[in-house]
């Protein structure tokens, strides 16, 4: 008996079936044959990008699809076969984990050194096709402090307020874009969802986001009020706004409400009119930075005491009086819902002064029983050059806060947003603090993380801290 097998065959239409039936029929089929048959391979990556950190707790992966016609995924082998830079990480630094029962995989790498390299990952399968695709990886630092509670946002590095919302997860912006992230609290990675509102806003650069307020399910918001980096007005910054929640957690959806873009003026007419006790017409005034002891930048928002109308407006610049050693300051906006609102222009209680010895508000967050922590820093660094610390007050003006934690300042990135405030008088206490990472070189080449290419290697920190004790003061 002569079977013949066709040129057709030969090149692939046999398949894993059809050269099985052959050997059932006692057949030899050449080992070309079931080779040629076999499809090549894909490997797709969720991201062509990743970062992490040396020696962090739950980094971030990505998913790796592996696919060949006619083969499970699940008998399909992957690997690394090469790194550009074995000093950030090796072939062996990375490990896959099945996911599922598709045969998927997720890619985690463990970095042994800051800096960049280029993964290449080989799919093995059938007939031993293989295919290649590269994953390009960036490796901060390992940090100094906090390790078991550090987490890593990623997506943006400049994030700078946070709001809780329930179920795990915060909503953060950043001073940068007009895009609101929302993250799990406990995980290191990309955000679950995200909302870009410049269209909403009607800006044509960021509204430069620096803190927010909850009161129910509407979330107030504002920008810095003051001038740009080059002392140069910009008239997007000088906006407030709401933004509604619906649900919680993971199913948290946010949509824009309204916005108020007059506040700056009115600040500053109310301290000409009160004999520019704070000198907010200097501050803003053409060229002048808002960074500076004596300049105008608007760094925290929260309720005062039992209000839904009354805010607290926290200064990062000017300090009162403008000198070393000088106080923080708040100024109440006794009308903040009509103003954002846009029924009315904003009226003024007397502006509080608090000494957080000699530092500014970078934010301020009370919880439900009305115990504020107020987040102090420099009215100058935007990174850990100089001091941070905790401060607990009771939103009373008059009433002096007190100091709970310094914060440490030798990883990169400044303290920049407090996501909730726990029970204040619970001994131990903790506390989750976001970084603002914008300026920061976190692969040691000199570029600043909000100057990086790929968004995926942007990112800040979040930390965990332990409160001390309150020692005298008013709780």
């Known amino acids: ?13 046999v398949g894993a079936a059809g050269a099985a039936a052959l050997l059932v029929a006692g057949l030899a089929v050449p080992a070309y044959a079931a080779q040629e048959a076999a499809a090549v391979p894909t490997i797709v990556l969720s991201a062509g990008h990743l970062t992490g950190a ?57 970095p042994r050194g800051r800096g960049y390299t280029d993964l290449t990952l080989r799919v093995t399968g059938r007939g031993g096709r293989t295919a290649t695709a590269t994953l390009s990886y960036a490796a901060s630092a390992r940090v100094g402090t906090g390790l078991l509670g550090t987490r890593y946002l990623t997506g943006s590095s400049d994030s700078s307020a946070a709001v809780d919302v329930g ?39 960021e509204v430069d986001i620096e803190a927010a307020a909850r009161v129910g399910d509407t979330v107030y918001w504002t920008g810095s009020l003051g001038n740009n980096k080059d002392g140069k007005y910009k008239a997007d910054r000088n906006t407030v706004f709401t933004t509604k929640l619906t649900g919680t957690g993971a199913a948290t959806e946010v949509a824009f409400g309204s916005a108020y873009k007059g506040l700056r003026e009115d600040l500053i007419a109310w301290d000409t009119a009160n004999g520019n006790r704070y000198g907010f017409a200097a501050g803003t005034a053409a060229g002048r930075i808002p960074k500076s002891i004596d300049g105008f930048n608007v760094e925290g928002l929260e309720f005062a005491p039992g209000s839904t109308t009354t805010a607290y407006l926290g200064f990062r610049a000017p300090l009162a009086p403008a000198v070393p050693g000088g106080k923080a300051l708040i100024v109440p906006v006794t009308n903040f819902d009509q103003v954002v609102a846009g029924a009315a222009k904003a009226t003024f209680g007397a502006g509080i002064e608090l000494d957080l010895g000699g530092l500014s508000i970078r934010d301020i967050r009370k919880n439900a029983a009305d115990q504020y922590l107020i987040l102090a820093g420099s009215w100058a660094a935007d990174d850990n050059s100089d001091p941070y610390a905790l401060y607990q007050w009771d939103g009373v003006a008059g009433h002096a806060p007190v ?35 914008g300026s920061a070189d976190l692969y040691g080449d000199g570029t600043e993380a909000k100057d990086l290419t790929f968004p995926e290697w942007k990112k800040s920190r979040s930390a965990w801290f332990t409160l001390g004790p309150i020692r005298g003061g008013h709780r």
Do not use: C
């Open 1 to 13: 008996m002569t079977v013949r097998v066709s040129p057709a065959h030969r090149r692939g239409a």
């Open 54 to 110: 040396v020696d962090a707790i739950g980094d971030p992966g990505i998913a790796v699809d592996l696919a060949q016609d006619g083969i499970p995924a699940a008998f399909l082998k992957v690997d690394v076969v090469s790194s550009s830079n074995p000093a950030v990480a090796r072939p062996d630094d990375v490990t896959f984990r099945r996911t599922g029962h598709g045969g998927g995989r997720e890619l985690t790498v463990h």
């Open 167 to 205: 179920g795990g997860y915060v909503l953060v912006a950043d001073d940068e874009t007009n895009v609101l992230r929302l993250y799990d609290r406990s995980r290191s990675g990309a955000p679950v969802k995200t909302w870009d509102l410049g269209a909403a806003l009607g800006a044509k650069k």
């Open 403 to 437: 100091k709970r934690a310094d914060l440490p300042t030798t990883d990169p990135g400044g303290w920049e947003a407090v996501v909730a405030v726990p029970d204040l008088r619970v001994p131990g206490a903790r506390v989750q603090l976001i970084t603002d990472s």
